[in-house]
């Protein structure tokens, strides 16, 4: 098979990683791909929302499979568009419609399906300029802290947290009326906040049958203890302690299958990754109950670094048989090993930093798998292309020999400005 990936982020290189090791694989093309994932395929220049072009270039290639790693070509309608051009009509695409990206590109979609389909998530409402007063209100009668969501994407950074009733207002007059978050914050939805400990679970779905893949838990502050401001993600740790059976029995039985008969409900077209984001919520007598975050309609950054290298089984031929209606026959084989990643940084990240630092010591990585997040080739060396430049990936017989692994490979990484966490899987020693 001919494989377009889309995307130029860690999630891609692992992808590409993965989707390289496939006997079905005859040709693999990232667009537009990094320093990494030319590593396993051929790099294309064009970008994930030039939808027109990569069209083209899947015909002009007889591209058998398009896969898609971010979001924002989903939610943009990525796979409305190939499906509606003849000629891609027998070309498999890997991902969801426009429709079913929605999950993911508004908050407000995906709490009216939540409610719709009695799926456990915190209590909400929803404002725009037309109620802002209300929403003055609303603060007002809610319990601290408050959060507060842009509805649309926002590049990681539309979720808020605030502590008192005074800066949840400004920051909901900042949102909607001074557009913060631009486009992405015209609505905000304000939740209730949940306590406990957050984990995510993934889902490869054709729409009503799945295949759960394991589960993860990243960390998004930039600062060890989760302090500071938020990142797109500073490392990730699969599996978690406390995810058990009897939680994952949950998860399945009050989410996932209520998820799947929503889409069918709906008749929304699915096939690709569903991320849950959840909260594992202590509850007044003292259970635990696991309650929706988020959705997203694609593999996470960094998960898909820890989860990814813990599948064993072959990733595209899942893909084939999802395409083709399949997937009740597909075993997917999980490493029993413990995955973690670690997320060197540029120097000032999220905020102000530098590229073009030049990046040495890969060479000598043995005990690790090294995947380019903010990465490119420039006079025949190395150099930083990003806030997030690498994902450094490790197996081991728990998490912490797994940790012990990264934290040595990472010791062998050299470029000016390098940052990482220390401290990833703290609350778990």
């Not at 934290?407 to 400005?417: H, L, P, R, T, W």
């Amino acid at each position: 098979m001919k494989i377009l990936l889309l995307g130029s982020g860690g999630r891609e290189h692992a992808f590409a990683w993965k989707m390289s090791q496939s006997p079905l694989c005859e040709k693999l093309y990232i667009a537009p791909g990094n320093a990494g994932t030319d590593l396993h395929g051929e790099n294309v220049p064009i970008g994930v929302n030039n939808f027109e072009e990569i069209a083209s270039f899947a015909i002009n290639r007889q591209i058998d499979m398009i896969v898609v790693g971010p979001d924002d070509p989903l939610v943009n309608g990525i796979y409305d568009y190939l499906k509606a051009r003849p000629e891609l009509k027998h070309t498999a695409v890997i991902g969801p419609s426009k429709l079913g990206a929605k999950l993911e590109g508004s908050k407000s979609f995906a709490k009216q399906f939540m409610a719709k389909n009695n799926i456990p998530t915190a209590a909400y409402s929803e404002f725009t300029t037309e109620n802002l007063e209300q929403g003055f209100d609303y603060i007002h009668r809610q319990t601290l802290p408050i959060v507060l969501k842009a509805d649309g994407l926002a590049l990681g950074k539309g979720v808020l947290i605030c502590e008192t009733h005074e800066e949840a207002k400004t920051e909901l007059r900042e949102m909607i009326a001074n557009a913060k978050f631009g486009a992405a914050s015209a609505k905000v939805v304000i939740e209730q906040f949940l306590k406990g400990i957050e984990f995510s679970v993934f889902v490869l779905t054709d729409g009503k049958n799945y295949k759960i893949l394991p589960h993860a838990k990243d960390y998004k502050r930039i600062g060890e203890g989760d302090t500071g401001l938020n990142t797109g993600g500073m490392g990730c740790i699969s599996p978690l302690p406390f995810v058990d059976e009897a939680l994952m029995k949950k998860v399945e039985e009050r989410v996932i299958k209520p998820t799947m008969q929503g889409l069918q409900n709906d008749g929304i077209i699915y096939k690709g990754f569903i991320y849950i984001g959840f909260m594992n919520t202590l509850q007044p007598d003292g259970t635990y109950e696991p309650y929706v975050i988020e959705y997203n309609c694609r593999m996470g950054d960094p998960e898909t670094e820890v989860v990814f290298p813990r599948i064993k089984s072959d990733l595209v031929k899942h893909f084939v048989a999802l395409d083709k209606g399949e997937l009740p026959n597909e075993i997917i084989e999980i490493d029993e090993r413990a995955a973690v990643t670690v997320i060197v940084a540029s120097g000032g990240y999220p905020e102000h930093y530098e590229k073009g630092k030049e990046i040495t010591g890969l060479n000598a990585i043995d005990k690790s798998i090294v995947f380019h997040a903010g990465t490119k080739n420039a006079g025949g060396k190395l150099v930083t292309n990003g806030g997030r430049v690498l994902a450094v990936t490790s197996l081991g017989a728990n998490m912490f020999e797994a940790l012990a692994n990264s934290y040595a490979s990472i010791e062998k990484i050299n470029f000016e400005g390098k940052y990482f966490r220390k401290d990833i899987g703290w609350e778990f020693k």
